[in-house]
């Protein structure tokens, strides 16, 4: 950091001017590209709130009603637009309301940059109002984080924040600025970061790997991908498409990965894990050679690990070199940034023809259409099921909507039945399943793509954990579509309360406000429907709608999520009832 | 099962605050006891160098090394076995001067790389240096005379193998 100080740079050059450290983050941001950021301000942040305000014609702030609101709408920023999302907090409660967002972030590889303030630096440790160890607090779930405390660090800082947030395998980055730093002055120029000399943000490709992993492919009787938002991540949709059209593969994806390849494609089998497809988990276990692209094999994809693709040999395609035979043991892995590596691959690999394989695939679909898939987007029950309403939802969006969901049964409807055609769609809380997510994340993704309907699909638990976001809806005129589907239950908890705690409903049965009163107490038009015959209407007047809308579904209230793979179950143990 | 090991992990890193927090967090997420850790300059300039030393099985070390070694101020981390590295840990007894003459603890001495270091009235300070074993066995024999205090240092070691971190800083510069 020394080159930086202010000692060096007295020598004044054309490019650099005296300005407060506050207004040196609002120049570095702007300087990145970025005029969008979410945030609440407090007494630590006050100053860089302060130049926020000069700055209010080329920098936009949006105010949350909560700092978790704010860290997830910038969360859904960044998944729609693959930007870093830009957030700003104060010191102490504000910096600990971060928090979640922030291991969300870290586990699903969201980019994010948050700035936190901080006491004053001659305060550290001391114990001071609204003082917390941020850095250390958030160490075991940021990409990087660092305190700042000199001015003239500021904007070294954000250059490499930045880099690190978006580079390689992306993630969150924090970077926690002592109020002293704020007001502080320094010789302002700004230069990207380009590289950290400790960190190898993608690894090199080695080409005999490829080749490997090409013989194996082109040798495979019974080859099967399972993607994940790696895919998307790189930005190798498109090369990921080639691969399997040239090979002919039958692939499945993960819940994040789910959107890089259209839901219609013919390759396209489905998604494996606890409550994905029929096919694609039984047929885990039967296959020759399993592909892995940009996935890490969760618990939750995999099962019992003892009993998972045992039969199969791997092939596992991962930027991340840690996450190379953590979980499953690898026999070929390529270490490498995924869209390198399926472009390559494709001089290696041969057209292939894997018809029958595939027809084991439609087999196995056509019992889950039978048995699950009917029942949700056809029903004879009398009661609403969630199904439906996705369903309904595909026919008026056509697929082309971007899907927020929250965490529990409907997330998992929404998962198993929206309809993607376009990449960066399924937007989500997989690996945290933070409940709470989808309404300010939709908030974001609509922000971050303006031009697209965003529909948020939420539980009547999770919808309370951050309806406050309404008042920023409000204030914003964020035209997002909100979907209550309402069971009266913590659903996904009282199912295994059904199944595997003999129905004792411990704290699960949920009474809720009236939500279409409190959806217009915050001028939003809300419809409430319970009625089979009404929910067609509904779905239409609600996507007709150019400005924000709820509607809240009443649900069957003790409908299960199937198929289901028991914890510590081998997926090819997969239940459809 | 698979039979735990002892492995020293050498983790080359940025000379930073927080650093030894974020090592010392993947070590906790995984409910590993560090049993012994040593901070210290490294051959290159700038460049520090954290020696652990933590009993487990391998495949769960070699995971642990590859997520130390993602942190983006991690130059470079590995681990080594027992007979991939020369070691050495220190010692220091503080006993009470009424033993000073006795002939058994200068027996004690004389087998060992041991020597006092410090001698007033009341008390004198024995330092032992050597492999582990050596200072568990100097510990057993001189705890029947009463130690006022004993600490060990954590041990540092050298690999046999190299540790190409100027390399990795050349390649990526
Ligand atoms: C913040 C948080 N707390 C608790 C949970 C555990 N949990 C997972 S799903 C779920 C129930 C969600 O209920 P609701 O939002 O009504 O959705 P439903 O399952 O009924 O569709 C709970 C409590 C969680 N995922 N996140
Ligand atoms: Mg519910």
Same mark, same amino acid.
Not at chain 1, 10 to 15: P, Q
């Given at each position: 950091m020394e080159t930086l100080n202010t000692k060096v740079n007295?020598? %004044?050059?054309? %490019?650099t001017v005296k300005i407060t450290g506050a207004e040196a983050v609002i120049k570095c941001l702007l300087a990145e590209g970025v005029d969008l950021a979410y945030g609440y301000p407090g007494g630590a942040i006050m100053p860089v709130y302060d130049e926020i305000y000069k700055y209010q014609d080329q920098f936009h702030h949006v105010l949350t009603r909560h700092e978790q609101g704010a860290i997830h709408a910038a969360q859904g920023f960044a998944r729609v637009t693959g930007k870093v999302g830009m957030v700003f907090a104060t010191s102490g409660p504000g910096a600990t309301n971060l928090v979640t967002g922030i291991a969300d972030a870290q586990i699903d590889s969201t980019p994010l940059v948050c700035i936190t303030g901080q006491v004053g630096s001659h305060l550290l440790g001391s114990d001071a109002f609204q003082e917390t160890d941020i850095i250390g607090i958030s160490t075991p779930v940021t990409k990087w984080n660092y305190q700042v405390t000199k001015a003239s660090e500021i904007p070294e800082i954000i250059a490499k924040a930045f880099y690190i947030a978006k580079s390689g395998r992306p993630g969150p980055v924090l970077i926690d600025i002592t109020k002293d730093a704020q007001f502080g002055e320094l010789d302002y120029s700004y230069k990207k970061c380009e590289k950290v000399r400790s960190y190898k943000a993608v690894p090199k490709l080695n080409i005999e790997k490829v080749k490997e992993a090409a013989e194996l492919i082109n040798s495979a009787k019974k080859p099967f991908i399972v993607w994940g938002q790696g895919v998307i991540l790189g930005g190798a949709e498109q090369e990921f498409k080639k691969f399997i059209e040239k090979t002919n593969i039958p692939s499945a994806c993960t819940g994040l990965g789910l959107s890089a390849l259209e839901t219609a494609h013919p390759l396209h089998v489905g998604m494996v894990g606890m409550h994905g497809n029929y096919a694609p988990n039984v047929l885990t276990n039967s296959c020759d050679v399993l592909i892995a692209i940009g996935m890490r094999f969760d618990d939750r994809v995999t099962g019992n690990l003892a009993t998972y693709a045992k039969q199969a040999k791997v092939i596992h395609f991962e930027i991340d070199p840690a996450e190379v035979d953590k979980n499953v043991k690898t026999d070929i892995a390529v270490i490498a940034d995924v869209k390198e590596t399926l472009t390559k691959i494709m001089q290696f690999v041969d057209k292939g023809e894997h018809k029958e394989w595939m027809t084991a695939f439609d087999k196995l679909y056509q019992i889950e259409v039978n048995e699950v898939i009917n029942d949700q987007l056809n029903p004879t029950k009398q009661g609403l099921t969630m199904g439906e309403v996705l369903g309904g939802i595909n026919k008026e969006t056509n697929g082309d909507a971007i899907i927020v969901s929250d965490v529990g049964q409907h997330q998992m409807f929404a998962w198993r039945y929206a309809n993607f055609v376009k990449t960066r769609s399924n937007v989500t809380s997989g690996g945290l399943g933070t409940m709470g997510f989808a309404l300010p994340a939709a908030i974001g993704a609509k922000m971050g793509a303006p031009d697209r309907e965003v529909v948020a699909i939420i539980g009547d638990g999770g919808y309370q954990m951050t309806c406050n976001e309404l008042g920023t809806i409000l204030q914003t005129k964020a035209a997002v579509k909100i979907v209550v589907l309402n069971n009266s239950y913590l659903g996904m908890v009282r199912q295994w309360q059904e199944l595997f705690f003999d129905k004792r409903y411990a704290s699960t049965e949920m009474v809720s406000p009236n939500f279409v009163k409190l959806a217009e107490a915050y001028d939003i038009e809300a419809v409430k429907v319970s009625k089979r015959e009404d929910l067609a209407g509904a779905i239409k007047t609600m996507m007709a709608s150019k400005e924000a809308y709820f509607l809240e579904v009443v649900i069957e209230q003790e409908d299960n999520i199937f198929p289901m793979i028991p914890t510590g179950a081998s997926v090819s143990d997969i239940r459809l009832s | 099962m698979e039979e735990n090991k002892n492995f020293t992990v050498s983790v080359y890193t940025e000379n930073n605050i927080g650093i030894l927090n974020r090592l010392s967090a993947i070590f906790l997420k995984r409910h590993i006891n560090i049993e012994s850790m040593t901070v210290s300059k490294s051959e290159i300039e700038h460049v520090h160098r954290f020696t652990f030393v933590v009993i487990v099985p391998e495949t769960l070390i070699r995971k642990v090394v590859l997520q130390l070694e993602k942190q983006i101020e991690v130059i470079g981390a590995y681990y080594h076995t027992e007979d991939e590295i020369i070691y050495h840990e220190t010692a220091l007894f503080k006993i009470s001067s009424e033993h000073l003459y006795d002939d058994k603890i200068q027996d004690k001495m004389k087998f060992r790389r041991a020597h006092i270091i410090s001698i007033t009235e009341r008390w004198f300070v024995i330092e032992a240096s050597g492999l582990k074993e050596d200072i568990d066995n100097m510990y057993e024999k001189l705890k029947p005379f009463g130690l006022l205090q004993f600490v060990r240092s954590g041990r540092i070691a050298i690999t046999k193998p190299k540790m190409a971190i100027s390399e990795i800083l050349a390649e990526i510069n």
């Open positions: 007295e020598v %004044k050059t054309s %490019k | -």
